[in-house]
């Protein structure tokens, strides 16, 4: 069964400051990897998503990676604003997708 | 940009009433699914189809089924409902990313807060 694995749980950052977030999965047998914004009662909105063979993808100020041999994936958000306080989550494809508990970001303004 | 609506928005029911979910999509995308999200685990599959009359379960089914009559319709039924199913519900379908069609991404709907009382 797949465990996916977000670390930290929660961070807190001044405004300006780039955020690091971190994702783990256990089986390296993957379709691809999507990270999600959700804000609190609502919706989740996909950010990114990387396939299996690509190794990062780019949107805006956000970065992701995909390690898939060590099963790891980063989100790089540059230049954290306060509208980017939100809970992110990473999931995992393979043939169904199995999330991570999230990381929920607070940006100070 | 696909189009995903979940109805009721929110529903408060009483214990062992039976209670239906509808999922709509606008376009005919094959895979649907029903995931719950609930504090301390997280989302989690309930069942997902992967077309008409064609469906299967996810790792939280037990007291759920599903039907899917149409490929734009995808209902989840709780049977009797319990206190333990008061949670948000989410639908998602599968969809191709706009600039890699190969790939295939997720779109969620705005999710049923579901209370059972």
């Known amino acids: 069964k797949q465990e996916v694995t977000q670390i930290p749980a929660a961070l807190s950052v001044p405004e300006g400051e780039n955020l690091v977030l971190n994702c783990s999965f256990t089986?390296?047998?993957?379709?691809?990897l999507q990270w999600f914004r959700q804000d609190p009662g609502k919706g989740l909105t996909s950010l990114l998503l990387?396939?299996?063979?690509?190794r990062e993808q780019t949107s805006g100020r956000l970065n992701a990676s995909l390690d898939k041999s060590s099963g790891r994936s980063t989100l790089y958000i540059a230049a954290s604003q306060p509208g980017d306080s939100a809970t992110y989550l990473c999931a995992v494809d393979d043939y169904k997708l199995s999330f991570g508990a999230g990381t929920t970001v607070t940006v100070r303004a | 940009d696909a189009g995903i609506t979940q109805s009721p928005r929110h529903k408060v029911t009483e214990t062992g009433t039976p209670v239906t979910l509808r999922c709509h999509q606008t376009e005919n995308h094959r895979y649907m699914y029903w995931y719950r999200q609930d504090p301390g685990h997280g989302l989690r599959l309930i069942h997902y189809?992967?077309?008409?009359?064609?469906?299967d379960k996810g790792e939280v089914s037990d007291g759920y089924s599903v039907s899917r009559s149409k490929t734009e319709d995808f209902l989840l039924t709780l049977e009797s409902a319990t206190s333990s199913q008061t949670s948000v519900y989410f639908c998602?379908?599968?969809?191709?990313?706009?600039?890699?069609?190969?790939?295939?991404?997720?779109?969620f709907g705005s999710g049923t807060r579901l209370t059972v009382v």
């Open positions: 990387i396939q299996s063979s690509q």
């Open positions: 998602a379908i599968s969809v191709p990313d706009r600039e890699i069609k190969a790939n295939y991404g997720y779109t």
């Open positions: 189809s992967y077309g008409v009359k064609d469906t």
């Open positions: 089986d390296s047998a993957i379709y691809n």
